[in-house]
């Protein structure tokens, strides 16, 4: 079987239009304007969606707020929400093909990752509903025999929570349903380019009983109601996942009504492999992360940090592994990497190879488009002769490319990895146990994988340091990092009078 796989065309599919969900009501923009997504793998639209207004973000605020201050969501039992919760991922789960189908159809990816995708969603559902039970605060019997001291944890209050378009139903699984366990209310704003599973998600939250208002979802490009979200004096708390430049802006924003802020970022993350490692599964380990999701993932193991004396082997290795990546149709169940978002961003992948050529790095495998007919597909490809200093060794690229760099000795590989700005994930690959921590400690991300990569659980917590964000997800505090403390002084008997203390 050829490793491309030709796209058919999506023959017999209706484009739906969706609405907006605020307030408790499918609505359309104020402005009366829509947008459509053409499918990145065959190019047939596959959506119309309302192009909210400032004004349409206001009014998903006030309504959520409106559910906050006087809404049940915030001051019903734990319990029940966790009920909900877990109605919400059986609703999930019996509505699993048609997730997948959309995330698939308007990103591009692959439908059996997408697929993979929505069970770990259902799971984090799942996870976050019994987290819910488990909040819970401290009280001090310790201060004194006048004194009881009680801390509080409450919700936040009314999240923004906006969500890029590389893992649409993921991400937003990935806060909202935490954001819900803490009792807190929320406007939801997806990716302009993948917006259909988030609001399809909308209407799963109405069928399981959601009252009005605690969930809002807007459509649209952040860039005209963006400000809204994260200024809005109405808006608590700030979830963002996207790219550091956005990120950074939507910060700046919120600090001028000081709200708390979660951020999910860019990431550069070094995979580095030693002489001794197991070399077959490190082989495989750099081609899947390398390409997964197109290499359109803030995950991707884009730089190989590999010692001088294999970097031969393992590249030859990663090149014959690379040409039998199942690259094309995104619908077909045998298909690894899809196509890429947008012709833009398969513009600007390319330019970053061309880029490096000048620069000086070799071109050893792929480098160009896929002509498959329809669609904007892009060869696997891996960059030899990569030098530190390269755009392509420090840039996130998003693409299906691979930079391949080598170390002499363990400093220069610690060195290199923590060379870029991002710190969101690394991994190490030896079978000495030291040699993995030293690099495990040493290294500055988020998450380290030991002869692994990419794998994940909600009980692990996820987030970058550096520039690849603040705060973490998922983990045992994911549901507290949706609340604020509040303490209640109280005193017992009779107080000491201010005269009687100053005498
Ligand atoms: P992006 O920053 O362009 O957009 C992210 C979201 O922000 C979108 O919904 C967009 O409409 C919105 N937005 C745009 N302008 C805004 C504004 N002024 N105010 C508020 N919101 C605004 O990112 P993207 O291209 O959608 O996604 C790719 C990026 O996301 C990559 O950098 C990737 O590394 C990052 N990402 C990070 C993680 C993580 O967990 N760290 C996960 C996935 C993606």
Redesign the pocket.
Known sequence: MSHYITPKILAGYVAPEYMMLIDGAWQKSQSGETSSRLAPGHGTIVGRYQSATVADAKLAIASARKAFDHGPWPRMKAAERSKFLHKVADLIEQNREKIAHLDTIESGKPIQQVLSEIDGAIDIWRYAASLARTLYGESYNNLGEHTLGIVLREPIGVVSI??????PFL?VS?KLPFALAAGCTAVV?????SSGSTLFLGQLLLDAGLPTGVVNIIS????VF??V??GDADVDMIS????????C??MA?AARTMKKVSM????KNPQIVFPDADLEAFVDAAVFGGYFNAG????AGSRLIVHESIVENVTDRIASLSKRVRVGDPLNPETQVGAIITPLHFEKISSYIAGAKEEGAEVALGGERLDLGMGDYMAPTILTNVKPEMKVAHE?I?GPVISILKFEIKTEALDIANSTQFG?SASVWSKDIDTCLEISRGVRAGTVWVNTFMDGTPELP???VKQ??LGR?LGRHSVEDYTESKTLNIHQGARTSWWVSNA
């Open positions: 906006i969500t890029p378009w590389n893992f991400i990935q704003k997806p990716s302009e380019l649209g490009k952040g860039a963006g400000d979200l994260t963002f996942t996207g790219s550091t430049g956005v990120g802006s939507a924003i999910e970022l860019g990431g359109e993932c803030c995950n996130e998003f969101l996820f987030g970058g690849s964000g997800e």
